[in-house]
């Protein structure tokens, strides 16, 4: 049986199907699976682009397409054939190039006369499995192609899909009621936070209001954390580049970066974690296994380049305060201590009324092999001691195969909001490999 994620999936593709048959001179891009349904890229810069009007038409059109869908087939193919297949894409064409780079199969999959380029993770038989009254066109947008400002805009086709009517009836009613306790909305009204064009996209300021909040739940976290055995240090905003080479984040990070500033004929970075700082404070004095655990915690100013097509209010920021913590320990106790950790997330949730929540850990991608650092041997034990330690915590779970840091995987937490999206609200990692490129284990 079809996962919802590969109906969503196949509906991109149909969705791309449908646009084609009535906009030729569109030029696909991607087409993914999303928390709600799917979404498709074009561009359409040579002619007529449809609009908010031209939605039903093209829903209607992928319905009447959807009987002929009865099978999803792959097949790999030279990278000769790709090109020649997608010879008058560019974006298609750039695409291979990144599989052709990561060392990686060139796959296309066919249905009902339409070929896309995908890696696979489709309905076997769309024609019965997907029901034709369980989803919708939602909206159109504009997205950068790969998410970069400096790229074309290209015109986003968003559709939602679920197993039945009724769940998609429940959702848009969901989304009504949503948007009265939109915290964007309510922000505003209620005189909490702002931003400013003159400052710069996502670069929240918090009003006297909204700082009250923010400094009690500051003073609430660290009154926790101490109890919790946690010492709180600081850390600069800034560092020489240098470090940011010896963590590994440069230069396969340096993308989410903002740009080096020059110092003394040095470069210097804007942090955008607190990681490598933190080890620099833990290598700052000689350290005895009988000081161990050594837990750091720090709330860390930290600048991110967002791409602007991705910021949302306060949970999507370039600029924030996170709450870090690093812990130092033997081996042989970082299981216990993990399962630590989770119980102290569950704690604040607990607390704050959170209750819809689950934890996704994100391994390595099969496919893109070549961006990970690290020994074979500790990538296995870090990703088996994070799965144990996520299954003696008893907090429901999912594992998506890739998403790992270039250095791990990581596990986060995802809660749900209440206009129903989900964030990653906090990331963690069982490290194996930071201490050896620091110098210590």
């Excluded at 499995?129 to 400002?149: Q, V």
């Excluded at 240098?242 to 040095?266: C, R, V, W």
């Excluded at 050594?294 to 600048?303: I, K, N, T």
């Excluded at 791409?307 to 924030?320: E, N, Q, T």
Aim: a negative charge; hydrophobic letters at 35%.
């Amino acid at each position: 049986m079809a996962s919802l994620e590969e109906k969503r999936h196949t509906l991109a593709h149909l969705l791309a199907s449908a646009v084609l048959e009535r906009y030729p001179h569109a030029k696909p891009t991607i087409g993914p699976a999303i928390d709600t349904g799917f979404y498709y890229d074009f561009d359409f810069s040579g002619g007529e682009a449809p609009g908010e009007a031209d939605l039903k038409a093209l829903e209607d059109a992928m319905r009447e397409m959807l009987p002929s869908w009865d099978g999803m087939q792959g097949v790999e193919v030279s990278e000769a054939d790709a090109r020649a297949r997608f010879a008058g894409n560019t974006y298609k064409l750039e695409l291979i190039d990144s599989i052709v780079a990561s060392g990686g199969s060139i796959t296309l999959y066919s249905s009902g006369g339409f070929t896309d380029l995908c890696r696979g993770g489709h309905v076997e038989k769309p024609s019965s499995e997907i029901k034709s009254d369980a989803f919708m066109l939602e909206r159109i947008a504009g997205a950068y192609w790969r998410g970069d400002e400096k790229n074309a805009m290209l015109t986003r086709i968003v559709g939602l899909a679920f197993e039945t009517r009724e769940e998609l009836e429940a959702h848009l009613l969901q989304q009504e009621e949503a948007k009265k306790r939109d915290h964007r909305k309510l922000g505003e009204e209620l005189d909490l936070f702002t931003f400013d064009e003159s400052i710069g996209k996502g670069l929240p300021i918090w009003l006297p209001k909204g700082n009250i909040i923010k400094e009690s739940l500051e003073d609430w976290a660290k009154e926790t954390e101490r109890a919790w055995g946690y010492q709180r240090i600081t850390t600069p905003i800034i560092t020489k580049e240098n470090l940011f080479i010896t963590s590994g984040h440069l230069p396969l990070y340096k993308d989410s970066m903002y740009a080096p500033l020059q110092i003394e004929e040095e470069n210097y970075y804007i942090k955008p974690m607190n990681c490598p700082f933190h080890h620099r404070a833990f290598a700052a004095r000689p350290k005895s296994y009988r000081d161990l655990p050594v837990r750091y915690a720090e709330y860390g100013w930290c600048h991110r380049y967002e791409d602007s097509g991705s910021l949302f209010g306060l949970m999507r920021v370039r600029g924030m305060q996170m709450n870090d913590a690093h812990i130092y320990i033997q081996k042989e106790y970082a299981v216990e201590e993990f399962v630590k950790v989770i119980q102290l997330h569950e704690y604040y949730y607990k607390t704050l009324g959170i209750k819809n929540y689950e934890m996704e850990l994100a391994l390595r991608d099969p496919n893109n092999m070549g961006k990970y650092h690290g020994d074979e041997a500790d990538w296995k034990d870090a990703e088996e001691m994070t799965i144990e330690a996520m299954e003696k915590s008893g907090v429901p779970y999912k594992i998506v195969h890739e998403g790992a840091a270039f250095y791990g995987p990581k596990m986060d937490f995802q809660i749900y909001s209440s206009i129903g999206r989900s964030f990653t609200a906090s990331t963690n990692q069982l490290d194996l490999f930071m201490g050896k490129r620091f110098g210590s284990d």
